[in-house]
């Protein structure tokens, strides 16, 4: 592998992110640490507590949180309490569980100075529809915005400013970490970019195809924009499973154990390869 800054990007995707724990405990176990840290939404929840931990032992902080009860009430209301709440409001969600899941795990009265290694998290700004990335303040309420699924959880106001998921403008943010130096970078992406899209067949399909077409596109391009020099490795989930396309497969936390345990082989089979290169 080359030398210099090594970042670590932790793209979007709701309870697949689980895949990123494992892709983790292999960096880790490679001997690989981040210079800098950037996330979008679960990635953004994941790489914050990477940020302030830069170790093996994060993983094992993440793989308890992510089987945690506390996990499971971020999505946890039921069908009737979401959509009463979806008819008087815009959103499924209340954003009070996954508040507190960050201030257990972070503190609420964290900054981004305070974590261990530089992190960046993004999010939409819907005033000035445009991209927004947070890297000083306190994080708790940064971390919110960017995973404030649009639908699920109600916009993070922030300063006068309202913030939604930063998968909207830019879920596996390569460019961004190119823009702040970095040379070697491992991207931690929850399986969709791995799969070939078919034209949809059910109504709500047809929002998940264009999202996902904006989305690869951006990382395409980026990916296709690389400077010279620049090394990026796209580590794998070892496959994900056919209900993970299913509309609600946001709320399947039962799933975790078995996603972190195939991204962990099939990334550190990656990473093996690579480092003998």
């Given at each position: 592998m080359a030398g210099g800054p090594v970042a670590f990007v932790l793209g979007g995707?709701?309870?697949?992110?689980?895949?990123?724990?494992?892709?983790?405990?292999?960096?880790?176990?490679?001997?690989?640490?981040?210079?800098?840290?950037?996330?979008?939404?679960?990635?953004?929840?994941n790489?914050?507590?990477?940020?302030?931990?830069?170790?093996?032992?994060?993983?094992?902080?993440?793989?308890?949180?992510?089987?945690?009860?506390e996990a499971s009430e971020v999505y946890?209301?039921?069908?009737?309490?979401?959509?009463r709440r979806f008819?008087?409001?815009?959103?499924?969600?209340?954003?009070?569980?996954?508040?507190?899941?960050?201030e257990s795990e972070l503190g609420e009265e964290t900054t981004f100075a305070d974590l261990k290694v530089p992190f960046r998290c993004c999010a939409a700004n819907i005033e000035r529809a445009a991209e927004h990335w947070f890297h000083s303040g306190p994080v708790v309420p940064a971390v919110l915005a960017s995973a404030s699924v649009p639908g699920l959880l109600p916009p993070k106001e922030i300063d006068g400013q309202h913030y939604i998921?930063?998968?909207?403008?830019?879920?596996?943010?390569?460019?961004?970490?190119?823009?702040?130096?970095?040379?070697?970078?491992?991207?931690?992406?929850?399986?969709?970019?791995?799969?070939e899209l078919s034209p949809p067949r059910r109504p709500w399909e047809i929002?998940?195809?264009?999202?996902?077409?904006?989305?690869?596109?951006?990382?395409?391009?980026?990916?296709?924009?690389?400077?010279?020099?620049?090394?990026?490795?796209?580590?794998?989930?070892g496959g994900l499973e056919p209900r993970d396309d299913s509309p609600w497969a946001y709320r399947d936390i039962a799933a975790v154990g078995r996603r972190i345990s195939r991204a962990y082989t099939a990334s550190r089979r990656y990473l093996d390869t690579a480092l003998e290169r």
């Open positions: 995707g709701g309870v697949l992110g689980a895949v990123e724990v494992g892709m983790l405990r292999a960096l880790f176990r490679a001997r690989i640490r981040p210079d800098m840290v950037l996330g979008t939404s679960i990635g953004a929840v790489g914050a507590l990477v940020a302030a931990d830069p170790s093996e032992a994060v993983t094992d902080r993440l793989v308890r949180l992510w089987a945690s009860p946890g209301d039921s069908v009737a309490r979401q959509l008819a008087a409001r815009t959103h499924l969600h209340s954003p009070r569980p996954l508040r507190r899941l960050l998921d930063g998968g909207v403008v830019n879920s596996i943010p390569v460019g961004e970490a190119v823009a702040l130096g970095a040379q070697q970078i491992f991207v931690l992406q929850v399986g969709r970019i791995e799969r929002a998940q195809v264009a999202f996902e077409i904006a989305r690869r596109h951006r990382f395409a391009r980026e990916m296709a924009a690389l400077p010279e020099g620049v090394e990026v490795h796209v580590l794998p989930t």
